[in-house]
């Protein structure tokens, strides 16, 4: 999938099978062949999004993201 590296967002949408809960804090990581390149850190926010403010990204290139997150 191509994406515009200038402006990179990422988006998701947390899921729990309990009522009531939020997010309350999350930490990306994107890897490029198994090296971190990139790691947010716990980074307190009940957005579901982040833009990426990490080094120049390659274009034809295969990225690993996740997200990990934390609830209210």
Excluded at 3 to 31: C, H, M, T
């Amino acid at each position: 999938m191509g994406v515009n590296a200038e402006n990179l967002r990422f988006f998701w949408v947390p899921v729990s099978e309990k009522r009531g809960d939020f997010q309350s804090a999350y930490q990306i990581n994107l890897e490029l062949n198994g090296n971190m390149i990139w790691d947010t850190g716990k980074v307190e926010s009940s957005q579901p999004k982040a833009t990426y403010s990490g080094a120049s990204l390659r274009g034809a290139t295969a990225y690993r993201w996740r997200v990990r997150l934390w609830d209210g």
